[in-house]
């Protein structure tokens, strides 16, 4: 599926907006033109819960909040929103929950991206051991191979004392 294509042929949007925190908050449902630029949205959201809006979040399918802070978060909400109704027959409008919190403007600064068609990588047996097992995993492996035996306990050798 095109989802690039399928949010290019949106012509609005509807948002349901949060006024407030809670399990069942009390929301006002919003339509916007899809060529609106953030900080169109920004102050309409504002307007409507009656305090400066930063930023707003929206959940994905994983149920994960994603904020919106920018024109390239709002065309990427845009491809969730014409995704999810491709899912959907019975999508409602996209419930979302404005922020009044600063947005900080050092975000990727490295400019990753992500490759969510890529393959996943083998990465042997070092997926299986946490971070904090990891050297003493590698380190037994090693033993393991040289025949040796790695492991702390008494057992035979020396010693007694």
Known sequence: ????????????VVLRVAKRPG???ECVILSFPVSAAFAYYR???SEEVGFPVTSFEYEDEERDRIMVSCDADLKNMFRFYAWMQEQSSSLGPLLVYPSSRPVSRRRNIL??????????MDTGDRATAS?????????AAA??????????GGGGGGGGG
Request: charged share 15%.
């Open 23 to 25: 399990n069942m908050p």
């Open 111 to 120: 400019g990753l991206t992500i490759n969510a068609d890529a393959a996943p």
């Open 1 to 12: 599926c095109d989802t690039q294509n399928m949010a290019e042929e949106l012509e609005c």
């Open 143 to 152: 033993a393991a191979s040289n025949g040796h035996h790695s492991g702390g």
């Open 43 to 45: 102050d309409t959201i």
């Open 131 to 139: 971070p904090r097992e990891a050297p003493h995993a590698a380190a």
